[in-house]
């Protein structure tokens, strides 16, 4: 037992003490939060947008909305991923997280639309009905009175789909960016150990979708709190 325990230990030490390469990890996590953020928030407002073109009876709108949203649903995110930073960000000076945002954005934003379109048409066309009946256009009745209550309806779906994202963006390391992930090959490849740097990433993703989890629970807890049960 305590040979096994020395053998722990002295992995442990080499994969994380040793050269300092526990802040290789340290950024990895700051990479990996960084492109998720921004990922999120660009996911949200195509998704809504894209959402409100495939609700639309404009067959322009329609079309534009369904287009994007079976092209990006049905091509793997890691090669949408390097279309966008090697293709159409080739030539442009960016840094590679924001690149990558942009390209998980797109990619996010295609799973949301089709949530936030489920949600709107959770709701009954009489609560539209009465909003119209009450001298509100359509745009103030659909931000005024449709979506706070679709929110409450896809808030589950949708955190759902940014903890999937936050996953999905460990395959950023084909683009060069030391994420997380990137952050434990390399620990893997400088000491010829697999056990310890891949336990590790583990670890960081569990802790942090588990944070995440607790903290967007509370948020649905407190939204739910006006429904009558």
């Known amino acids: 037992m305590n040979e096994w325990w ?6 442990f030490t080499r994969c994380f003490i040793e050269e300092d390469r526990y802040m290789l990890l340290v950024r990895g996590i700051g990479v990996t939060i960084s492109v ?3 990922a999120v928030f660009i996911g949200i407002v195509i998704g809504f947008f894209i959402a ?22 049905g091509t793997p995110s890691v090669t949408q991923l390097m279309i966008i930073y090697f293709v159409v960000f080739a030539t442009v000076r960016w840094p590679k997280w924001i690149i990558a945002g942009i390209a998980f954005g797109i990619n996010s934003g295609a799973y949301v639309a089709e949530i936030i ?6 709701i009954d066309k009489g609560q539209t009905e009465a909003g119209r009946s009450l001298g509100l256009t359509a745009g103030q009745t659909m931000v005024g009175i449709i ?7 896809i808030f589950p779906t ?3 789909e940014f903890i999937v994202l936050i996953k999905e963006t460990a395959i950023v390391g084909y683009v060069g960016l030391m994420d997380i992930q990137k952050a434990g090959d390399f620990i893997k490849s400088s000491t010829f150990l697999a056990f310890m740097p891949l336990i590790g990433t583990a670890i960081i993703y569990y ?5 995440l989890t607790l903290g967007l629970k509370k948020i649905e807890e407190s939204l739910r709190k006006s429904d009558i049960r």
């Open 6 to 11: 020395s053998g722990v230990v002295e992995q």
């Open 36 to 38: 998720s953020l921004l």
């Open 207 to 211: 802790v942090m979708i588990k944070l």
């Open 147 to 153: 979506m706070p209550q679709a929110v409450k309806n």
């Open 158 to 160: 949708l955190c759902n």
């Open 117 to 122: 379109r489920a949600g709107i048409l959770s």
């Open 52 to 73: 409100l073109c495939n609700l639309s009876k404009n067959k322009v709108l329609k079309t534009i909305g369904g287009i994007y949203t079976d092209v990006i649903r």
